[in-house]
């Protein structure tokens, strides 16, 4: 019994430092809020055209039964990084041929036109999110975010802020790579 | 009466903070619909300013979350419904209050278990040491050879 007691302490420190060297680590973000998303059916949502820019409106039906898996963005011109984060998207469309659904996240018809014939249009469908309901459904913090979408419409990830610089392409290229052979396995 | 115009004035300069960050076109017609909702914002935590509840916080999707569960309430949703639904969408982490569940149970359980062991260790420390003091007692031999010596050590001064 005493024995025990003595080693109690020890024990006691053991626990805590193991816990301070989890939080410690400069890697995890205390920021990071899991989605619940991730391995669920995409949520349900319909969403119209962006008026005048002659792209289709994006939901729930678009999503499922694609051939490869899918990138869905949800972007607003009013979002700074998200700039930064178009060249980066731009760029996976025309070299990697990923295929790029975009939500217009809060933003007047016309600035998401203005902005899109400015930079132009890397996404197939855009679906115009004017009041934010549809971000809510997919539990969205802020914009940029970027999911990862199965070809039979479950989330596989989740990406917060914009894909910008080279660890972010990297986590998101390797996130989509596994994604692409998930789907070569399943078939 | 100097009292309570002494509350009144406290009341009233109270009023901005309650208010929270609700702005005026989001409160409901119904005063108990709206005491509900928010009661309901209270424990429903912003994604963007974490730590702050929705009801205090100026973040847009703070704004379209209250404006959503004003929404579910006037729909007829019990509390427990509207919270399901921002919870399906946000997972727990949107709860002020953690739910108990196993994921949980050392952040629920901890602080008992250690106060258990807490007490335990003082229980411990406690009845060794009056056991000690007990051991520390002289046996009657003792008590006569010390006697014996105390008497010669006088007798040497004397």
């Given at each position: 019994m005493r024995r025990t007691l003595a080693a109690l302490p020890i024990l006691i420190a053991l626990v805590f430092g193991a816990f301070f060297l989890w939080g410690l680590n400069p890697d995890r973000d205390p920021n990071a809020i899991p989605s619940v998303l991730i391995s669920q059916p995409a949520p349900t949502f319909d969403l119209p055209p962006v008026e005048g820019i002659g792209?289709?409106?994006?939901?729930r039906e678009n999503?499922?039964?694609?051939?490869?898996?899918?990138?869905?963005n949800v972007f607003a011109s009013w979002c700074v990084p998200c700039r930064a984060e178009h060249a980066v998207l731009t760029r996976m469309v025309e070299r990697d041929g990923i295929r790029l659904f975009g939500i217009n996240y809060k933003d007047k018809p016309e600035d998401a036109r203005a902005w899109l014939d400015n930079l132009g249009n890397p996404y197939e469908l855009i679906g115009?999110?004017?009041?934010?309901?549809?971000?809510?459904e997919w539990g969205i913090s802020g914009v940029p975010e970027t999911f990862i979408v199965a070809g039979d419409g479950t989330v596989?990830?989740?990406?917060?802020?914009?894909?910008?610089g080279a660890d972010a392409e990297a986590e998101f290229a390797t996130a989509l790579a596994q994604a692409r052979t998930k789907i070569g396995a399943n078939s | 009466m100097r009292i309570s115009v002494l509350a009144a004035t406290l009341t009233l300069a109270m009023l901005p903070f309650s208010a929270g960050a609700v702005e005026p076109d989001e409160i409901l017609d119904d005063p108990v619909l709206e005491a509900r909702a928010r009661e309901i914002s209270k424990d429903l935590r912003c994604v963007v300013c974490q730590n702050q509840d929705i009801d205090s916080s100026n973040a847009g999707v703070a704004r379209d979350l209250r404006l959503l569960v004003r929404e579910r309430l006037v729909a007829g949703d019990t509390d427990a419904e509207v919270v399901d639904f921002v919870q399906a969408r946000y997972?727990?982490?949107?709860?002020?209050?953690?739910?108990?569940?196993?994921?949980?149970?050392?952040?629920?359980?901890?602080?008992?278990v250690f106060f258990l062991i807490g007490t335990g260790a003082v229980f411990t420390v406690l009845r060794s040491s009056r056991k000690r003091a007990v051991e520390g007692t002289l046996s009657d031999d003792e008590e006569g050879t010390i006697a014996a010596l105390l008497d010669d050590e006088a007798g040497e001064k004397s």
């Open positions: 792209v289709p409106g994006l939901s999503l499922i039964g694609n051939p490869e898996p899918v990138v869905v115009s999110d004017l009041n934010g309901r549809a971000g809510i596989l990830y989740r990406y917060v802020g914009p894909i910008v | 997972g727990d982490f949107v709860l002020l209050k953690p739910p108990f569940k196993p994921e949980t149970y050392p952040l629920w359980l901890a602080p008992g």
